[in-house]
């Protein structure tokens, strides 16, 4: 319930004078409104369609479509390499877009106003392909204007992320977002297995030429954009921001009346205040596991693929295929991985799951150009990268959402993006710093290193602490039976009672 401070001009009665000032005599006003099982139902299903069709729109305006449109332009490694910054840089605008959508009324409107001329604005682009394939024009003037578009279409989506996760963690019941993340990420990635493969197709086949082919495709991207906000806007529920934030002050409200009450003493104890206190210092913990782990990835990560086809000249069509097990793997662990979240938590997964991805690098010490490698150790490294990765962007996302208050919950979101952003981009230059120096090792000395930075990353995350989560110890436990039939999947088969997670929390 929602209350008002009131003031009297009157002199109060002592009974009033003490209730004024130890619980600021508040006046209940209606709360907001909550939403219904049915409503909630068709914004999930509203949300699937919109990130299928976010996909098609992604996959065409980056990626290898793009890249592979600039490579038919003319444009240097820099300017190529200049897509898979931007989104990192980009990042921090994050806190600024979740500043301006915080004082805003309605999620629904705000997204509206952001992406859809985020990307409405490709349209310049398919007309500038047209003019130049009319005109038969210097083709390399279109890189500029497609670097241009590429950092203003980023931008406009930095303004808009923070407020698209804060709707969706408060449409998302907090016992089903790992099951339904994970479902709406592997129909994302089904769609870009199926999808980019056809585009591709589509841009080389093109009795035009791959230049306007790319330009039909783009104008299909742009349609399969404008749908996705369709979805956003006439099906998905809208939250008013500053309704949660009321919400919020007025049950903080109710529980320092409550102290107040039990105490009967004129000093406030500051319960409100030491868990604010607690919640902040937490959310720290886990903003430092994202800078160090976001980092410590992206050291080596964007250069496995440059491995492959320089220091062992891998054919690019093997370089393909691989990245097409690491998606398959990916699309089939993320409903198993989000259900497994459901079940015991999302810091176990973190951690445990997070051991395995840092020692990935080192496995690709042992690799070579032989035919066991192509084979075998190859496809299996990519299985495990993509059934392993998966896991870990989906927890990182539920974490935040569960460590975030409601009051000012996308401002939390917007730090994180920009932290991680800041981490990555750190990365992927000291990477390509440190990859220059062949005299050294290279590459594989490179994997070494961040084989240690990612588990000293993992270190923070120890210390976190997740209210649903079950403690390491149980997990453990849990995992010890697993050869005897039993499974972390079910939810109500394996319930841990309240008081002993919390006493097993308390032992860690």
């Not at 299903?45 to 065409?60: E, L, P």
Request: aromatic share 10%; hydrophobic share 50%.
């Amino acid at each position: 319930m929602q209350y008002a401070r009131i003031e009297t001009l009157s002199p109060p009665a002592p009974e009033i004078i003490k209730n004024i000032i130890l619980s600021d005599t508040l006046l209940p006003v209606n709360p907001p409104p909550k939403l219904g099982k049915p409503a909630i139902r068709s914004s999930l299903k509203a949300s699937t369609w919109d990130g299928v069709f976010a996909a098609i729109f992604s996959s065409i305006t980056g990626g290898v479509l793009l890249s592979n449109f600039l490579l038919q332009l003319g444009a240097s490694a820099i300017e190529i390499g200049m897509i898979s910054s931007v989104p990192m840089l980009v990042n921090l605008l994050q806190p600024l877009g979740a500043y301006l959508a915080d004082r805003t009324t309605s999620r629904r409107w705000y997204s509206l106003c952001i992406y859809c001329p985020s990307r409405l604005l490709w349209l310049l682009l398919v007309l500038a392909i047209g003019w130049n394939c009319w005109h038969h024009s210097e083709s390399h003037a279109l890189v500029g204007l497609t670097l241009a578009m590429v950092w203003a279409s980023n931008l406009m989506g930095a303004l808009g992320s923070a407020s698209w996760l804060s709707w969706m963690a408060a449409l998302v019941p907090l016992g089903l977002r790992g099951r339904y993340f994970g479902f709406r990420n592997s129909a994302v990635n089904l769609t870009n297995l199926i999808g980019v493969p056809l585009l591709g197709l589509v841009v080389s086949v093109w009795p035009g030429g791959t230049l306007f082919g790319y330009s039909v495709v783009l104008s299909l991207g742009v349609l399969a954009g404008v749908i996705s906000i369709g979805f956003q806007f006439f099906m998905m529920a809208d939250v008013n921001p500053q309704a949660h934030r009321t919400e919020e002050e007025s049950e903080s409200g109710r529980a320092g009346e409550g102290e107040i009450d039990s105490s009967r003493t004129p000093s406030l104890p500051s319960t409100s205040h030491r868990s604010r206190f607690c919640l902040e210092a937490n959310f720290l913990r886990f903003l430092l596991y994202v800078a160090f782990w976001t980092f410590a990835v992206n050291v080596s990560n964007p250069f496995f693929n440059l491995y492959m086809l320089d220091n062992l000249a891998v054919d690019v069509r093997w370089v393909t295929i691989y990245g097409s097990l690491m998606a398959g793997s990916s699309l089939l662990m993320l409903v198993v991985w989000g259900k497994i979240a459901d079940r015991i938590g999302n810091r176990p997964v973190l951690i445990f799951v997070g051991v395995l991805v840092a020692l990935t690098p080192l496995l690709w010490l042992g690799t070579g150009s032989n035919s066991v490698s192509l084979w075998v150790w190859f496809p299996l490294l990519h299985l495990l990268m993509g059934g392993t990765g998966c896991a870990i962007d989906l927890c990182n996302n539920n974490f935040q959402m569960a460590l975030a208050p409601a009051r000012n919950q996308s401002t939390y979101f917007a730090i994180v993006a920009a932290v991680a952003g800041v981490g990555g981009a750190l990365g992927t230059t000291l990477g390509g710093f440190l990859a220059q120096f062949y005299e050294y090792g290279g590459l594989p000395v490179l994997f070494a290193l961040s084989a240690v930075l990612r588990l000293i990353a993992l270190l923070p995350l120890v210390f976190v602490q997740e209210k649903r989560s079950q403690s390491l110890v149980q997990v453990m436990r849990l995992l010890v039976r697993l050869p005897l039939g039993r499974s972390l999947l079910p939810l109500r088969s394996q319930q841990v009672p309240v008081q002993v997670a919390q006493l097993a929390n308390r032992s860690e």
